[in-house]
C-alpha cells in the first residue's frame, strides 16, 4: 500500500479520499486555490500545498503545480477525485512521466472513452447495443444540421469531450437547432476546451441506468451492479438509487456482462461507470414482480428488458469514480476507493463476481446552492447555518453525509454548486425513502438558497415514490414539485410569535416591569406583529388574558384565531395555535427573516419592524441585474433596439452553466452597461430598459 498520495481535487470527493487513506495509515497531501485556503479538505489531510488562483484554469487544471507539489511532499500516487483532471489522459501521463502512479485507468483507456463520438465507435465493435447517431469527426454546422434533420427530432446535441450535464442540448425541431449547437459549443469551449459535439436521437421516457465497473492488472474485470439516475435536471443528476426499481436478474446479468465487455474493450483498470439509456413504453416497468422494466422492442411492442425484445443503449463511460459511487458502497458494504488503492498498487480485486451480493436499498440526494423555483439558478452565500442528521462516517448504516464544508464556509461561484450528498440505506426501497424524507427534514442550512425542500418533494412524489421513473420526471411532476409551501401562513406566524416570546423571557428575567412582552399589572394588553410572506404583508394580533395565557388572531382571516401554547424542547419549541396540531420546530434568523424548519418542511417569513420600514424607495423598474456573480458571454440585443418580454437579452456563464437573462417586459433598450467577457458581481446591473 502507499505511504502518502496527493490528492487533486477539493470540496467533499477530497474530504471522501481523505477518509479511507486515513483509515488504511495513508498519508494525504491536499491541494488548495485562494478560495480554498482554510477549506475543510485542506484541514482533514495531513498536508496541504498552494497551486493558485481561485478559477480552476488557475489552480486545480494546473498540473504542473499539482505534480510539482506532489513531488515536493514526497507524495508516491495521485488520486484524481472526479471532474477537473480526473478524466485528463495528458495528466495520466505526465504522472507516469514524474514517476507517479495515477489511481485511475490508463491514459489509453481514458482517451478512447474520454472522446464521445470515438467511443461509440469501439462500442459498436465489441457489440454494445447504441442510440442511433452521428458521431464523425466533420463538425460544419451546415453538416451537423443535416445529420440532425436526417436522424429525426427531438435530438440530444452532447460535447463530445463533455460530462456532467454541460455542453448537453435537446432540440425539438429544426429551426433551433443552429442557435442550440452555438450555445451548446460555447459551453463545451469553456468546460472541456473543445467545441466537438455528437448527435444522437433522443430517446422517449429514457430510464438512466449506469453500471458500475472495476478492473485490476491482472485481467480481472467485475460488475458492481447497477444505479438509477434517472432523476435529473439540466441533464444533471439530482437522485441517484441503487439497486435500479424494477430490475430482473436477467436484465442485470445481460447490462453487466454489456459494462464489463465496453470495459474490456479498452483495456480498463480502476472504478469506471458505463452508462446506459434504456427505452420505456407501457408502464415503467412495474406491472409484475417478475416483468422488470418495459421496453419498447423492435416491433414497438412492451417487452422485459432481459428478452430478445429489449432495448438499452450505450451511453458513455465515466473513467473515473463517479460522484454517486456510496449508494453502491451502501448495497454491496465495500468500500471503493479502497479497491482503487488496492488496484493502484498492483493488488487482484479483492473480490470475484460470484462473491458480490446486493444488500438492501440505497438512495442518494444531491444537496446543491440553487433555487430550484428560478429554474435551479445557483446560488452563492455563506453557510450561516449548516446542520446535518445524524449520520455515521462511512460505514454502511442509516444515513451517510459526504460533505467538503462546514457551518461558516463560503459557497463560491467559482466551482460546482454541490454543498453536500446524503445517502440513507434500508432493507427496502420503501424503508430507504422514509429515512431520506425524515434525514432531509434534519437538514437544515440557511445564508443561501438551496434545493433541500426540493429533494423533499421529489421523494414525497407519487411517481418517485412508485418508481415510476425516466429523466423527464421532474418536468412531468412539475405541479408538484415547484412554488409548494409545506408549511403554511398559520403555522410559520404561530412559530415565529412563539419563538419571538421565548427568547425574549430567556433575555429578560423574571422582573415583570422590565418585561417587554405586553404584562400590565390590570386589564388586557395587546401586541401586534407585522409579517411579509410569499411577499405580501401581512399582521396579527397577540392578546395578553387575564388568566396568563395568550390568544392570537391572523388579521383578515377570521378563521385563525386561538390560544398560542408553546414548551421548549431541546433547540425547538412544540408549539400550538388553537385546534391545529402541536408542531416542533426550530428557528434561525438571517436579519428580519425567519427561517423555519419543521418535520413537514421547512419555510421563510420576515418580520417588520414598521418604524425601520417607514419611508422606504418606491419599488424600481427597468432595470436587468446579474443573478448571481459570473461572466458576460455575449448581448443578444443592441441599445435602441425594442424587445418583448421573455425575450433573450444577454447569456451568463457562472459555476460552468450558461443562464439565459430574459426580458421582464417589453420595453427599448436604453443602455449596455457591459461587453462580452465582463465579470460581473451578484446583482450588478447588465443593461437597462427604457
Known sequence: MFKKILIANRGEIACRVAATARRLGVKTVAVYSDADTGAKHVQVCDEAVHVGGS??????????????????????????GYGFLSENEDFAKACAAAGLVFIGPPASAILAMGLKAESKRLMEAAGVPLVPGYHGADQDPALLQREAD??????????????????MRVVDKSEDFAAALASCQREAINSFGSDAVLIEKYVQRPRHIEIQVFGDTHGNCVYLFERDCSV?????????????????????????????????????????????????????????????????????????????????????????????????????????????????????????????????????ARICAENPDKQFLPATGTLQVYRKPAATSFERGTVRVDDGVREGDTISPFYDSMVAKLIVHGDTREQALARLDTALAHTHIVGLHTNVQFLRHVVRCGAFATAQLDTALIQREAAVLFQQETVGLPAAVAAVVAHTLHAEKALQGADPFSRRDGWQSHGLSQRRFE???????????????????????????????????????????????????????????????????????????????????????AQEGGRLTAPMPGKVVSFAVKAGDRVKAGQTLAVMEAMKMEHTISAPQDGVVAELLFAPGDQVADGAELLRLG
Open 232 to 364: 435529473q435536471r439540466r441533464h444533471q443528476k439530482v437522485l441517484e438509487e441503487a439497486p435500479a426499481p424494477g430490475m430482473t436478474e436477467a436484465l442485470r446479468a445481460q447490462m453487466g456482462a454489456a459494462a464489463v465487455a465496453a470495459a474490456q474493450a479498452v483495456n480498463y483498470v480502476g472504478a469506471g461507470t458505463v452508462e446506459f439509456i434504456v427505452e420505456q413504453v407501457g408502464d415503467y416497468g412495474l406491472a409484475g414482480a417478475d416483468q422488470g422494466f418495459a421496453a419498447g422492442s423492435p416491433q414497438g411492442e412492451t417487452a422485459p428488458l432481459g428478452s430478445v425484445g429489449a432495448r438499452f443503449f450505450f451511453m458513455e463511460m465515466n473513467t473515473r469514480l463517479q460522484v454517486e459511487h456510496p449508494v453502491t458502497e451502501a448495497i454491496t458494504g465495500l468500500d471503493l476507493v479502497e479497491w482503487q488503492l488496492r488496484v493502484a498498487c498492483g493488488e487482484p480485486l479483492p473480490l470475484r463476481q460470484d462473491q458480490l451480493r446486493i444488500q438492501g436499498h440505497a438512495i442518494e
Open 55 to 80: 478559477a480552476p484554469k488557475d489552480s486545480y487544471l494546473r498540473w504542473e503545480r499539482i505534480l510539482e507539489a506532489a513531488k515536493a511532499t514526497g507524495a508516491e500516487a495521485v488520486h484524481p
Open 531 to 617: 409579517f411579509v410572506w410569499q411577499d405580501q404583508p401581512r399582521s396579527a394580533r397577540l392578546n395578553y388574558l387575564h388568566d396568563g395565557t395568550l390568544s392570537l388572531s391572523l388579521e383578515g382571516d377570521e378563521a385563525m384565531s386561538g390560544l398560542l401554547r408553546f414548551a421548549a424542547d431541546g433547540a425547538g419549541l412544540w408549539v400550538q395555535w388553537g385546534s391545529a396540531p402541536r408542531v416542533f420546530s426550530q428557528l434561525d434568523w438571517q436579519g428580519e427573516t425567519a427561517h423555519l424548519f419543521t418535520p413537514q418542511g421547512a419555510t421563510r417569513i420576515t418580520v417588520l419592524d414598521p418604524l425601520a420600514h417607514a419611508g422606504e424607495a
Open 150 to 167: 436526417r436522424i429525426g427530432y427531438p435530438v440530444l446535441i452532447k460535447a463530445s469531450a463533455g460530462g456532467g450535464g454541460k455542453g
